[in-house]
């Protein structure tokens, strides 16, 4: 713990700051991530996560990344899709299968390593974890996996919210880090909180990434363009439906099909379709979610998929236009974003009108099938692969406008931002105040008692005087 006293002279705050960076040099914190891996958003929480924790290690920093004993491979596969290959061989070493409770797994790190040498780093929506944090004393990073428009839906509605935990949490964190563009805050008029980053993406840049061994299995002597495809929630028709449509382009586009499990093509009865799978022009591949290498590729022309926030940022910085099929609101929420207000995106009608309002997929056993034809999909994905579409010119101009310089977006101006925080003595500085004001759970109860219930008299056109009362 460094103790300093900032005088008002110029030269002497340098001398400060410059023995600040000194003895930061010496300290070495151990970050320790977690997300909690819901069905609500799952792998989305964990991307932001993964690429930090990757970069960081990559750069020499010791990271912990915990996560519970089921969750252990889906967390190695993320860092398999966006780690480098010397940090995905050390993968084992870096995640760790917790075999009692967060809080004791937690507590057992701090004890081992002091509450000052650990450094916390989990989703905004992980508030338990944010809460043991403060209680430890333990300073924290917050990333958060939506649009900046979801964020702004958190923080604009903090008492009557289902979240306002969320709240409590990210207005606590060191910073918040969003894979939101600055085009976001112009659309929405949205307040930008004062510890929060707008990163563009959480991902690391594509041209720092090799390209996948995945597209090896294509012919290279062909000209034709590929289209990525990452739609595994699709009911049977839907999907008889968009394997269809794109049987239908096979003469100008092969088709890279990303499935977790292959015997979703058995249960759509792919192989009773007239134009049967072949390697010339259909390829599957087992693993759910594209690799950031493989979107790289110039041979990309599409990107088919559900349009979670996580698609959209990878589409963006590979500059490849996006045909959403979104299940949920919160996807056809980004998939408009992409479409009306940046125009790199087209929208088929996937959503069966009884699960519009629902914030998870509907099993596809049991929703209507989607209402789109091969027709649509071979028309839609012709007018977006074309090289001089608009939608093709448009994603074009945000990567070069947004992500051209590798330093300046994901994870690497994450973690940018993190070591300039060591550096200047931020995060000494934020250690040593949640050690001086830990998280009292009573406390915080009384608190937020009170806003409600100040809230809740002011809502039923109570006087001032009613609430000083109560």
Known sequence: CIRVDVASSAQN????RMAVRSASKEWSPLFVFYTSQDARVSLEQAVPLVCTCAELVGRGHRCRFLARGAEVASIVGTFTCYASRPVVERVEGLVEAMTSSVEESFGALVEAEGATSVVGVADAYATAWSAMCRRHG????????????????????????????VRATLDAAVAVFASSLETEVECFSARVPENAHLVRSFGPAPASVPLGTVLDGLDASSERGVVVVACGQLTAPGLRALYQGLALCRDKLVVLWHVADERVFERARLDDEAVPPSADWFLPVRDSRPRLSVLASARVLCLVASCDWADATDALCCGVPVLALPLTPDQRAVANYL????????????VDP????????????KRQPERFTPADVAATLLALSAPDSKFHINSLSLQVNFYSNKDDFGSSLVA?????DIDDGTLAHAQADALRHPFDPDQDAIIHTTTLTSAKATFFGCSDDFICAR
């Open 339 to 350: 479409a009306r207000d940046l125009g790199v995106a087209s929208l088929l009608d996937s």
């Open 138 to 165: 333990v300073a924290y990073y917050a990333t958060f996996p939506g649009p900046l428009r979801q964020l702004r839906k958190v923080l604009a509605r903090p008492l009557f919210s289902s979240e306002p935990e």
């Open 354 to 365: 009884d699960c519009r309002e629902k914030a998870l997929p509907t099993p596809p056993d």
């Open 416 to 420: 940018t931002i993190i070591e300039n």
């Open 13 to 16: 705050k340098g001398v400060v």
